[in-house]
């Protein structure tokens, strides 16, 4: 999914689409500084499956948006702290 959020720090509650060893669906705790005009590619590792945690996410990829970037120079282009979800 797509979402466009104002710059700052973020707390999310994340869920993998692999199920746990009894069927559930996991959420993991993630925390990120989010940049102006940047997009962010987030994914499950399960590579190294920890405990009490069986996946985390990681940033896989962050990108400059060159649209935003050369509209808003890299400010950004959110007003009075509104955010637009995607679906």
């Known amino acids: 999914s ?4 104002p710059p700052g720090p ?3 509650r994340l869920a993998s689409k692999k199920r746990g060893k009894s069927g559930e669906m996991t ?3 993630f925390a990120v500084e989010i940049r102006p005009c940047t997009r962010y590619a987030l994914v499950a ?4 499956p920890q405990p009490n945690r069986s996946w ?3 940033i896989r ?3 400059p948006i060159k649209s935003c970037m050369k509209k808003f120079g890299g400010r950004s282009p959110m007003r009075d702290g509104a955010a637009v979800a995607g679906p």
């Not at 590792?45 to 190294?48: G, P, R, V």
């Open 56 to 58: 985390q996410a990681t």
């Open 45 to 48: 590792d399960h590579s190294d």
């Open 61 to 63: 990829a962050e990108e």
């Open 2 to 5: 797509l979402y466009e959020l």
């Open 10 to 12: 973020y707390n999310f």
């Open 27 to 29: 959420m993991q705790p």
